[in-house]
């Protein structure tokens, strides 16, 4: 390990976690980020310590009792969120999961009007009646987060259909775990996309666990080849790597957007921490310690870090500049949080129902 490696390993997270069978030799070196410019793959690092940080305090904020309702963290998984966000355009759209803080902040979610969503307060994204699970920004492309397992798959379906019946070139991204692959509103879903050649980009974060039961026990074969019957081609990539990641969605955007229909990407990977935070006082102990430590190996940030520092892109100077700023904007988001109010009670019915288009129907004598 070179000086800059020990260096660079000691301003990791104490608290780094570990990941399922890899799909290449956590030695070897990863895919080269070197055919974009500089300073976008320091942007893609960024990201990924912006991520690693907000999801660092969620969890310490869920253990102080400060956050409302159930929190799923992203922590060890940034390399899917970063690598396939920026492959995206700032008009594409994404849909995401239980677990989609890393995919809305990649799409551009600013931490501060997050943070205030999670603390359930008006500044948030959703006035605070959305919270981590129900987070949507149509601006910004988020057609939202979403509680139910597979829930946003049909979604994004339907979005790239409205691309298509429009004749637009974007492209959406949807956004499901590897307990999701198994629903069958995904096969329903593949099923349209193929017939209707929708520019949809089906990506599968299989972290390896089905909430406390590992995939394997539950899905047969690899979720990347079921598409195959339907003319849908899939790839699995290493999703501790984001510049293979990043190249996997730019190939399939490329199909997408030359009218060419839909792709299935497979990104293998790996959740830090528990299903939700708090399961440790009901889930026990399910995964072997040896497994995390393994994965805990393959920390995505780090690889990336010392990919870039290696071709002369970062170096130390720089890598602690970017932590440490990302490190204050997180300490005033929680502030911003804190500081913005509750909504009124009196909102609580509001924006239940689409604003009204009234009519004169009434029909003459």
Not at 167 to 178: A, H, I, L, Y
Request: aromatic fraction near 8%; charged fraction near 25%.
């Amino acid at each position: 390990m070179t000086s800059k490696d020990k260096q660079l390993s000691d301003t990791l997270p104490a608290e780094a976690e570990v990941v399922p069978e890899p799909v290449s030799d956590p030695t070897e070196p990863g895919v080269s980020a070197a055919s974009w410019p500089p300073d976008e793959q320091r942007h893609m690092l960024r990201m990924m310590i912006r991520i690693r940080r907000f999801e660092e305090r969620l969890a310490l904020l869920f253990k102080r009792g400060e956050l409302p309702g159930f929190v799923h963290l992203y922590l060890g998984e940034e390399a899917v969120a970063v690598g396939v966000c920026s492959a995206l355009r700032a008009d594409d759209r994404i849909t995401s999961t239980h677990r989609g803080h890393g995919h809305v902040i990649a799409k551009g979610a600013g931490v501060e009007r997050m943070m205030a969503e999670l603390f359930g307060r008006v500044d948030g994204y959703c006035r605070g009646k959305g919270g981590s699970m129900h987070i949507v920004d149509f601006s910004l492309g988020i057609m939202g987060t979403n509680g139910i397992v597979g829930g946003g798959i049909p979604i994004g379906t339907g979005s790239a259909w409205g691309d298509k019946q429009l004749g637009r070139d974007n492209v959406t991204v949807v956004f499901f775990g590897d307990g999701a692959s198994n629903q069958g509103v995904f096969f329903e879903s593949m099923n349209l996309a193929a017939i209707w050649e929708l520019p949809v980009i089906f990506v599968c974060e299989n972290n390896g666990y089905t909430e406390w039961t590992a995939t394997e026990k539950l899905t047969a074969g690899h979720i990347a080849d079921r598409g195959i019957p339907m003319g849908i081609p899939g790839v699995q990539v290493d999703g501790n790597d984001v510049a293979a990641v990043r190249l996997a969605v730019e190939s399939a955007t490329d199909r997408a957007r030359a009218g060419e229909g839909p792709s299935l990407i497979e990104a293998r990977t790996y959740r830090w921490h528990g299903h939700n935070e708090g399961e440790e006082a009901f889930a026990g102990s399910y995964r072997p310690d040896e497994e995390q430590a393994h994965w805990r190996q393959r920390e995505p940030i780090g690889a990336f870090a010392r990919q870039l520092m290696q071709a002369g892109v970062l170096d130390q100077a720089r890598w602690d500049s970017i932590d440490a700023e990302e490190t204050v904007a997180i300490d005033n988001a929680v502030a911003f949080g804190k500081a913005s109010p509750f909504p009124d009670p009196e909102e609580a019915l509001e924006h239940l129902f689409a604003p009204s288009t009234t009519t004169d129907r009434s029909v003459s004598a």
